[in-house]
């Protein structure tokens, strides 16, 4: 018999890789809903929803993000839209008796000046960093609230904090994109202009950590999968959360090296060193999650080779 899952966020990056890697399993029927289907900032809707899906587990993989800016100029939405939508889910999955719970959260739940490599032990031992607080505060709670219902109702509800991700349906926006699908599109365009030189902000000497958004389904998947008594031995009651990444990190230069050669761009990569560089390092800690028997699979070319192609696919879309 087929277990009912839904997926909340599956248009997005992260849900749709989820939604891929369930499609591989002959036992699931996923549940799905577009946000005009279904207003998870709506508590009764939610709730009638779960009332009549009759839903066996839930990836919570729908929130409301951004880059700096969005973050630092929308505190207020960022802050309700991700408390709401999590609160919302996690109480109509509980009142409607379902037991198993996968919550998506992000790295930067993490203090802004954590010791590297970070590990789950980290949380709440500091000051958040201030751009992104407001979002970082609401998946911090969403962690909090998985750990109360199984605390309190013996629900097994996990979290897992996924390190920098791209891939398939990324964010390309010229403006408000994340680092790798920015320079992705930043260096195809360049190629057909002709350019000679495309120029990336900073010094190139960072250290970031990339993970392929279909391992991050892979593990997301894993992780719900295993036994309880395996993922309560590995875990604690009130730090149950799992980081996920690769444990590997590169500089944005060698980054930036890569995708000129992945796009097929051959000029010059120029770094201007009047631009910020951010934080110098951000690694996870990915013992936990070793120690559970998972690892990722998709090296950094391999994983740029992928998304350009699906970008090259859909560039259209992308078009202003």
């Not at 000129?260 to 761009?265: E, L, M, Q, R, Y």
Request: hydrophobic residues 40%.
């Amino acid at each position: 018999m087929s277990k009912r899952v839904f997926v909340a966020g599956h248009q997005g990056m992260v849900g749709s890789a989820i939604v891929r890697q369930l499609s591989k399993c002959d036992d699931v029927e996923i549940v799905t809903r577009t946000r005009s289907e279904l207003n998870l900032l709506d508590q009764s809707t939610v709730n009638a929803f779960f009332d009549t899906e009759h839903i066996d587990e839930v990836y919570i993989a729908a929130a409301k993000v951004g880059g700096i800016h969005a973050n630092n100029t929308y505190p207020a939405e960022f802050i309700y839209e991700n408390l709401m939508m999590e609160c919302n889910i996690i109480h109509a999955a509980h009142s409607n008796n379902v037991q198993h719970l996968l919550f998506l959260g992000s790295s930067c739940i993490y203090p802004k000046l954590v010791e590297q490599p970070m590990q789950e032990s980290a949380l709440l031992t500091g000051t958040l960093e201030s751009t992104n607080e407001p979002y970082a505060i609401a998946k911090i709670a969403g962690i909090k609230l998985c750990e109360s219902y199984n605390r309190q109702y013996g629900r097994d509800y996990r979290s897992v904090m996924p390190t920098n991700l791209y891939g398939e349906n990324d964010n390309f926006h010229p403006e408000n994109s994340h680092v790798i699908p920015a320079l992705m599109r930043r260096f195809h365009e360049a190629k057909h202009r002709g350019d000679a030189e495309v120029v990336v902000w900073g010094t190139g000497t960072p250290m970031r950590e990339f993970l392929y958004v279909d391992d991050m389904a892979a593990a997301s998947v894993y992780v719900m999968e295993l036994d309880r008594e395996t993922y309560l031995a590995n875990t604690e009651p009130m730090l149950s959360h799992i980081n996920v990444g690769t444990g590997v990190d590169c500089t944005i230069r060698e980054m930036a090296e890569t995708m000129a050669k992945v796009v097929g761009f051959d000029g010059s990569v120029v770094f201007d060193t009047t631009k910020p560089d951010g934080t110098p390092r951000k690694l996870m800690d990915v013992q936990r999650l070793a120690s559970l028997g998972w690892q990722y699979s998709i090296d950094l070319e391999s994983g740029l080779r992928r998304t350009y192609q699906w970008f090259l696919n859909n560039q259209d879309n992308f078009r202003k």
